[in-house]
């Protein structure tokens, strides 16, 4: 099966730890993402990379960090400086060619709450 | 800079009748478009895109969309609403003219279809 996984399903933090969200693709794309979703808010882009070795800060960067070692896997941390960590957070992939007509793969999500 | 706009936090319709999910953008050239659904705890599904061409574009699930680049729309419709298609609704734009933009979303739109 081709596509995008993410995990865990659900992750609770405790104030002042660091966590990290795993998200590995398939898909062969060159471009993942990161985007932060909270209720009743669209999707927030924390960060992307084109490339391995090689990444971007989105719109929401702060108190979070980012690694792509590998084209198939792109975590992401969730640092004790980011303030309030409560949220869905969703993984993407897609091509990254032009003419930059094509469509994002979204993984499932992971919950992540602060207790 | 790129916008989307979705007026309606909600649309409420009756099993069989017909849907609108409205959507305006805002980009300095030409536009990308593109509509996901996420259902409860999940990530976002593709649904349809607008690349060239036919204005009126066909996507899954029986959805179609109709790009006005006068006025800068590019509403969801289908002609007969099932309850299964109760989600949530997002809208996304990149401008054909600067590849290194991100796709931008809406806020989304909660549809509830009734029985």
């Not at chain 1, 719109?59 to 980012?66: F, L, N, P």
């Not at chain 2, 680049?69 to 609403?81: G, N, R, V």
Request: charged share 20%; aromatic share 14%; net charge neutral.
């Amino acid at each position: 099966d081709g596509g995008i996984t993410q995990s865990p399903k659900y992750l609770f933090r405790k104030e002042g730890q660091n966590v990290t969200l795993s998200c590995e693709q398939n898909l062969n794309h060159d471009a993942m993402y990161w985007y932060r979703q909270d209720p009743g808010q669209g999707l927030r882009l924390i960060y992307y990379s084109q490339i391995v070795n090689d990444f971007q800060k989105g719109d929401i960067a702060e108190g979070y960090s980012v690694s792509r070692e590998k084209k198939e896997s792109f975590p992401l941390t969730v640092t004790s400086a980011q303030k309030n960590p409560t949220a869905f957070y969703l993984c993407a992939s897609s091509i990254w060619a032009e003419p930059m007509n094509t469509e994002a793969f979204f993984g499932q999500g992971t919950r992540l709450t602060v207790v | 800079a790129q916008s989307v706009a979705q007026p309606e936090d909600q649309v409420n319709v009756a099993e069989g009748n017909p849907l609108t999910v409205k959507c305006t953008y805002s980009v300095s050239g030409n536009p990308y478009l593109f509509w996901y659904v996420q259902y409860p705890n999940r990530g976002l599904q593709f649904l349809l895109k607008y690349i060239t061409g036919d204005n009126l574009v066909k996507g899954s699930y029986g959805f179609e969309a109709e790009f006005n680049k006068s006025q800068t729309s590019f509403h969801l419709k289908k002609p007969s609403a099932l309850v299964s298609d109760s989600a949530l609704y997002f809208c996304a734009v990149r401008d054909r003219g600067n590849a290194g933009n991100m796709l931008t979303f809406g806020g989304g739109t909660r549809l509830m279809v009734k029985p």
